[in-house]
Structures are given as C-alpha cells and as structure tokens.
C-alpha cells in the first residue's frame, strides 16, 4: 500500500478524529490518505487504534475468503457439484476446449518476433501479433526434478495436473500412470485431437494420450496413440509428423525397434490413415473428414516453417492441421450433446531455440501466430461455447534480444533486417552442406568448397555476404560440439545481436494466452504450470482422478516400460556440485 505514513505510527494516527470512520476504513483498504483534523490524543486515539484493527481483520478476512474461493473454484476436482464458477460463467451444457502449447517460446520469442515482423512489413512500432491480444497471465514452469523442466514434465503438468519428473510422460513420480484431460475426455463422451508439427510420438502429444516411464519410449507411445491402450482407443484424431514410429524396422521410413505395422493396427482399429499431402488436401479442410482420423507426414519433424513456405506442396501448416482438426471434430460432434478436447502444439519453436536459430524461431512464432489467429475464428463461428487456453511449456534458448559482441560497451540495438534476409534455416543448410560434401563436392578442391559455402550457403540461405574465412573453414571442417547447424545458427545471431545462454530449455516463466479473460478467469495472473492442467478438466466437468483409478488397475506396471534404474531424478531439485570447475576446463566457452 503507497501510504506516505506508517499506519500506527505515534505521529499522526493519535490525533485521528473520531467522527470519519467511513472515510478511514475507506482509506485503510485503498491505501488512499485521508485528510483529518488535528485532535488531542485520549479515548480516540483508543477507538482509533480498535477501528484500524478492525479493518485490518476485516482486510485480511477478505482476502482469505477470496484465496479459499479462487482455490475451491479452480481445483476442485469434480467440477460439478456446488462448484461456483465465476467472472462470464461457464456453460452448463456442451462445450469445447482448445488447448494449445507453442513449444519453448518465452516472452522473449514475441519480441523477437513482433520487431522482426514490424520491419518485414513494414509495420508500425504498436503492430502487435494477434497472440498478444490475449494475453491473461503467466506460468511458473519447474517440474518436481528440477527448476529447468522438459516437455516430458511441462505436458504432465498440462495432461494430469501434476508435477513430475523430466522426461515423464503421464506418470507421477513414483512411476505410476496419471489420468489425462484427454482420457478423461474421451470416457465422458467427448471427441478428442493431436495436431502437431514434430513426432506425433514426442512428449508433448505423448502425454496426453500415452504413459511411459520415459519420453524415449517413443515406438511404445505409437502403440497407445493408436489404441494398444488400457483404456482403448482415446484419441479420435492425430495429425502431425512422426511416421517412422509406426512402421517396422526394415520398412521404408520405418524406425520401430521391432517389425510392426502400427499404421495397419490403427486401420484394423478403425482408423483412415494418410500420409501425404494428397491424402490431407482429400480432407477438404475437415470438411470430408471421417474419425478416427491418423494423419502422418513426415518421418520425423515436419519441416520448420521458414523451409516448409517452399515446400508447401509437400507439407501441410500448422494453420491448415488446426483448421482441418476443428473442422472434423465439430462435425463429429455436431449431432451429439459432448463437445471435443484438443491440444493443438507449435512443436518447432522448441526446435528453433535447441538450435539457437532466430530465423527460424520468428517463422515458427509466425505460424503459431496465424494457427492462433485461426483458432480464434473458428470460435466465433462456431456454435458450441468454446474456450482456448494457449501457454508454452518451458523457455528454450534462454534467448535474449541483445547480445555483447566486443569487451568495450554495447550499443543498444539488436538487428532484426539479419534476420529478414535469411530464406532457410540452420538445420536445412546444414543437410545441404552434408549432402554437398557426401556427394560431388567432397572431390572438388578446397576452394571450390569454400565458394560453395559462400555462395550457396551463406549467401542464399542466411543472407550473409561479409563471413570470414574462418567461418567458412569452421563449417567445413566442424568439431563434434559445434555441428555446422550451431555454427550457421551462430554467425546469424551474432550479425543480428540475438543472445542465448544455452542449447538447452531456461526456467524462465512463460505467458498464458486465452480466447477470452471472462472464460479463462481462472488463470489471471501468474500461476503454476499444473493449474493450466487443473482448469482445462474443470472446465469440461472431467475427473482426471477417476481414470488415474482406472488405469491403476492393471495387473503390473510393465505397460509404462522400464524405470531405467533407481539412477533418475524424481522429485528432489540437484545441488551445486562442481561442474563449472570441473567442466569449465575443456568447455571451449571463451569462444562462445
Ligand atoms: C503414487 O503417488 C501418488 C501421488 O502421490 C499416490 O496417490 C499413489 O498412491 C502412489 N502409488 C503408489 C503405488 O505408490
Ligand atoms: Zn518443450
């Protein structure tokens, strides 16, 4: 409270009046002062000191009631039962969550972008992107292993509502599965969805519909996301990337350890699988979809959007999955009286920040952008009361919108026409290089490789036409640490004035975005991560509780793979043990 004066102190609060006590509890809740006449100290310096204290119990009466409230009304775990919901109400018959994760992407992202996009466009300095229109709070990212969590723990906290350990996918810290939104979902007659632009198999989709001990147990996650599953079939729609999980070993594209055909065992349960553009485009936008729907195309990652813009007759957008799912599963659901859950994930944003690439991320943050803008206009059309609730999982990069170039002091400018002239990114020049140098270039001389890298690399993809020799050698002849990709991804920042403080995910918080503040009341302001997890099921009335009972119920825990040992951290934080030191020595950091 900005009062000039200490409450009770001798000075002033003994010559208080007694005749204003509206005034001065007034003025005791706002912190606004109160101008009072000077009066002599005695019985109403008593009365004063009885009435302040009144207010201040009163204050903080106020205040716990309000905390029980909020807490009641945002964790209870049936939902229906005397739960009062509160600012805009929430509907009481059928209704629809979109929930969407842009991987990685902390404050810092929007930034990065929003500049970035300003001066593409040409643009005025108050051009925001749609997402930040929508901005109504912000999470608190750690998992129960550490302050820095993967997306194994960040999707946990979402899916169940718990915190557990990195690389958790849908188990608690003691290794046993937790019921999911989507689960939960599914049993209480919902229809439900996966769009996703990386592996339909990787943590994020993986811990809606899948639980294993470990987030590597990606050709076990397939076998629950196409219905090898306690609980069946839970999943009416997955779109996205991560083929090879699904084919055997020795299949063309395949990657499984064992030789199943996972797309065959999704098809004798009733799935349409596609796996190409012509088999998405077929789709007419959702418009000729049939559920259960598994659309895989990509082997692995579907490529990032800076790439994908060039090839888009090969891969479809984020924007049109996102459009295509809700068009599908509000078709399905239209006769009936349950809505849909879906997540819907900007996968590579994560992507772009592993590879400290900030071309890359403002391509992928773009996308995210119009996915989002798209889901925004699919809500205004439809019919059935519908919420969207956007976060991100954790930071990645520890991107930062400045960057130290000398030892003397910094302009303050970081340069984002760099980040205009690149038409790809690091990890599409890289495969370029690799290829170059697999094939014919491998036989040309040195200096017709160095003008490969100038030329062909450097120039047309990233823009860049002032390297060094050194740069060009460092690429054709990388060490082990610093794969080409860092290295492309590094010359653009440095030109750029972009910073990142790791290859690995921060601990910084991360926004909280929501078609409305009224729906989505709950998650104002900052919250933890597991409280995103804990409204998506409130606000479709869903007992994730009952299905952890249900899937507690098999006979051994082996369905969640193996533990891997007592050797994984799961619920307490490390502690400082030397590293620097110790890693300090061979880390080459006075390069970076
Ligand atoms: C695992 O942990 C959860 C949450 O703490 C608890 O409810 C459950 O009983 C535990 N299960 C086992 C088998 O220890
Ligand atoms: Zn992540």
């Not at 119990?57 to 005397?82: E, F, K, N, R």
């Not at 990657?255 to 797309?263: I, P």
């Not at 993809?461 to 060490?479: F, K, N, R, Y």
Request: proline residues 4%; charged residues 25%; negative net charge.
């Amino acid at each position: 409270m900005p009062r000039e004066e200490p409450l009770l102190a001798p000075r002033h609060s003994s010559e208080h009046s007694s005749i204003r006590s509206e005034d001065e509890e007034d003025a005791l809740l706002t912190g606004q002062r109160i101008n009072r006449p000077e009066q002599q100290r005695g019985w109403a310096f008593w009365r004063q000191v009885g009435l302040f204290t009144w207010s201040l119990v009163a204050t903080v009466a106020v205040i716990i009631l309000a905390v029980l409230y909020q807490h009641s009304a945002t964790t209870q775990p049936h939902g229906s039962d005397g739960l009062t919901w509160g600012p805009g109400g929430k509907p009481t018959g059928k209704r629809n969550v979109i929930f969407m994760v842009s991987d990685g992407m902390g404050p810092t992202s929007l930034s990065l972008t929003r500049s970035f996009r300003q001066l593409e466009q040409g643009l005025p300095i108050d051009d925001t992107l749609v997402i930040d229109q929508h901005q109504i709070g912000t999470s608190r990212t750690r998992s129960s292993s550490s302050l820095i969590t993967d997306s194994a723990a960040g999707a946990t906290a979402f899916s169940c509502g718990h915190k557990s350990y990195n690389g958790a996918i849908s188990v608690l810290p003691n290794h046993t599965a937790c019921g999911t939104v989507l689960e939960a979902a599914h049993l209480a007659g919902y229809k439900t969805g996966l769009v996703v632009t990386t592996r339909i198999t990787d943590a994020t989709p993986a811990c809606f519909a899948s639980h294993a001990n470990r987030r590597e147990y990606e050709d076990l996650i397939a076998e629950q996301e196409v219905g090898e599953h306690p609980l069946g079939r839970v999943v009416d729609l997955l779109l996205g990337g991560g083929r090879c999980h699904f084919l055997p070993q020795d299949a063309d594209g395949g990657c499984r350890a064992d030789d199943r055909d996972l797309t065959k065992v999704a098809e004798d349960k009733g799935f349409h699988y596609i796996n190409d553009r012509d088999g998405f485009d077929g789709l007419a936008l959702g418009q000729n979809a049939e559920l259960p729907l598994l659309g895989l195309f990509a082997e692995k990652d579907i490529p990032f959007e800076i790439d994908r813009r060039q090839v888009n007759d090969v891969y479809p957008s984020l924007e049109e999955m996102a459009r295509t799912a809700l068009a599908a599963l509000s078709k399905a659901t239209e006769a009936g009286d349950k809505g849909f859950f879906i997540m819907i994930e900007g996968s590579r944003i994560d992507h772009a920040g592993h590879g400290n690439d900030p071309a890359a991320q403002v391509h992928e943050v773009l996308a995210y952008d119009r996915a989002f803008a798209a889901v925004l206009d699919f809500i205004d059309k439809e019919d059935t009361p519908t919420v969207l609730v956007s976060t991100s999982d954790h930071e990645t990069g520890g991107l930062a919108v400045a960057r130290q170039l000398h030892k003397s002091y910094p302009e303050y400018k970081w340069l984002p026409d760099v980040l205009a002239k690149a038409s790809h990114s690091s990890e599409y020049l890289e495969n370029k290089l690799n290829e170059y140098l697999g094939e014919a270039g491998a036989k040309n001389s040195l200096k017709n490789q160095r003008a490969y890298v100038r030329e062909e690399l450097l120039k047309k993809g990233l823009g860049i036409d002032d390297a060094t020799d050194e740069e060009v050698d460092s690429l054709l002849t990388p060490d082990a640490d610093q794969p080409p990709k860092y290295f492309f991804a590094d010359m653009i920042s440095r030109r750029a004035q972009v910073g990142w403080s790791t290859h690995g995910h921060s601990g910084a918080d991360v926004n909280i975005y929501a078609s409305s503040s009224k729906d989505v009341w709950p998650l104002l302001g900052n919250h933890e991560n597991i409280e995103v997890g804990k409204f998506l099921a409130s606000y479709l009335d869903l007992d994730v509780d009952a299905v952890t009972e249900k899937l507690s119920q098999q006979d051994s825990l082996s369905w969640l793979g193996d533990q891997l040992g007592a050797n994984i951290r799961v619920d307490q934080l490390d502690s400082y043990h030397g590293d620097f030191r110790k890693r300090g020595e061979d880390c080459g950091c006075d390069n970076h």
